[in-house]
């Protein structure tokens, strides 16, 4: 999944001459937490959040433009980025959002928000089906034969879900049009364990 897939494309954005009081109207209003900063012609000049904006408003500073409180070296990220190098640089960089350019142009953003998202709907959350958990010892092909039994059997892979350790790979699925038995049934035959299975509604 590329930022292009999971970003926010209508995106709020200040002029400089913003005041700060004005820009806490937007963020209230609009429920967001960080706000680009741009010039006349469209160009990012930088980002605004509610803690700089709150901070601002405690000195008594309601009345400056955005840009004195603005933060103006803006970590940027391409639409074309993986969303886990964006959740990456997030991290690296302790903020919580990401203005997603096409050259010079500003063309998106990507939240922490936007990324909880992205996990949620990969791991295949708010969708009713099983979701069961199992530990594949390293080197195991049982992945593969996996899918193909639950697909034999009827059901539907509805997402997959893997993180390799050191020792082994645990494995998350969300299945759908089998009953827990039956799944149980698929697993057992392959000679795979199951660590949880959970129905999800």
């Known amino acids: 999944m590329l ?3 999971c970003m926010t494309r209508n995106v709020r954005t200040l002029g400089a001459d913003t005041s700060v009081a004005e820009a806490l109207e937007v963020l209230s209003e609009a429920r967001i937490h960080r706000l680009p900063v741009i010039d006349e012609t469209g160009a990012l000049l930088g980002i605004v959040s509610d803690m700089d904006l709150r901070l601002a408003e405690a000195a008594g500073r309601l ?3 955005v840009r004195a409180v603005m ?5 940027t990220i391409s639409e074309f980025c993986p ?3 964006a959740a990456a640089v997030m991290r690296e960089r302790q903020v919580g959002g990401l203005p997603v350019m096409r050259g010079d142009r500003l063309i998106g953003i990507i939240t922490d928000g936007d990324i909880f998202d992205a996990l949620t709907q990969l791991l295949g959350g708010g969708q009713t089906g099983l979701r069961v958990t199992l530990t594949l010892p390293e080197g195991h092909l049982g992945l593969p034969e996996l899918l193909t039994e639950i697909a034999s059997r009827g059901g539907r892979t509805v997402s997959v879900g893997t993180i ?6 645990l494995v998350v699925l969300k299945v759908a049009g089998l009953s827990r038995e039956q799944l149980i049934r698929a697993t057992a035959d392959l000679g795979l364990e199951i660590a949880d299975l959970t129905a999800e509604e």
């Not at 933060?71 to 970590?75: A, G, I, L, M, S």
């Not at 390799?164 to 790979?169: G, H, I, K, L, P």
């Open 63 to 65: 009345a400056d433009p």
């Open 83 to 85: 969303v886990e190098e």
């Open 3 to 5: 930022v292009a897939d």
């Open 164 to 169: 390799a350790r050191e020792q082994d790979c």
């Open 71 to 75: 933060t103006k070296r803006v970590v």
